[in-house]
């Protein structure tokens, strides 16, 4: 990745417990996204945080943004074996415009 | 609702052939991006078009090419085919009004034999 690492690359919870991906990055931000992924599928958006806040939720998401660390963490809770899916952070640059820079992504894998 | 349309899905090519994909933004968005997702890789961002124009530019190889027309459909002409082109091309979308967020299709299987 151009951008940044994601971690865990993997990651195989249990229905029911949370999840917790970590996102860094190297450059200025405007904003941090999360996208989701199913395998071959198209990306679809799932939050936005910007730079001057600190803390987003949206229904069983939590996302945290650190521009002092340059890291962003993203919870799900009470997770489904249908969040099963490739999540990637994505961040708009103060440089590059309005393209996205995505990171390397987490597999999430959430057994029933 | 509308999303971003592209096509084809499945594209199955020899190597130094050509291959022509197509995007249809979602209806009234002004900027349209093409990515390229290799095998377990992160999507890498190639160009970008704004109101026809070309935006902004990533790492595309000088044998791809792109155009955004005036009916805002949008094309990604790859010649010269070599087998790491392999990937999913993705074709994504977005307006000034929107809040940043990208619409992404469901993308284009290329494969190079």
């Known amino acids: 990745s151009q951008q940044g690492e994601e971690d865990p690359q993997a990651l195989s919870i249990q229905e029911g417990e949370n999840a917790t991906m970590n996102c860094s990055y190297k450059?200025?931000?405007?904003?941090l996204q999360w996208y989701r992924q199913n395998s071959g599928r198209g990306l679809v958006h799932l939050i936005l945080i910007r730079s001057n806040e600190r803390e987003k939720h949206s229904g069983r998401l939590r996302v945290t943004l650190d521009t002092s660390k340059k890291s962003s963490s993203l919870l799900i809770t009470a997770s489904r074996a249908a969040d099963t899916a490739s999540y990637f952070c994505a961040t708009s640059q103060e440089t590059s415009g309005s393209r996205l820079t995505f990171g390397e992504g987490t597999q999430l894998t959430v057994n029933p | 609702a509308a999303g971003v349309i592209q096509s084809p899905r499945h594209l199955i090519k020899e190597k130094r052939e050509t291959a022509t994909l197509k995007c249809y933004p979602i209806p009234r968005h002004d900027t349209v991006y093409w990515y390229q997702q290799g095998p377990g890789q992160d999507p890498q961002f190639l160009i970008s078009f704004y109101e026809k124009m070309q935006s902004d530019k990533g790492s595309i190889p000088d044998r791809f090419s792109a155009q955004q027309f005036s009916d805002y459909h949008s094309e990604l002409n790859m010649s010269s085919l070599e087998l790491g082109d392999s990937a999913l091309y993705f074709c994504?979308?977005?307006?000034?009004?929107?809040?940043?967020?990208?619409?992404f299709g469901e993308g284009s299987r290329l494969t190079v034999l």
């Open positions: 994504a979308s977005s307006s000034d009004q929107n809040t940043g967020e990208l619409f």
């Open positions: 450059t200025s931000i405007n904003n």
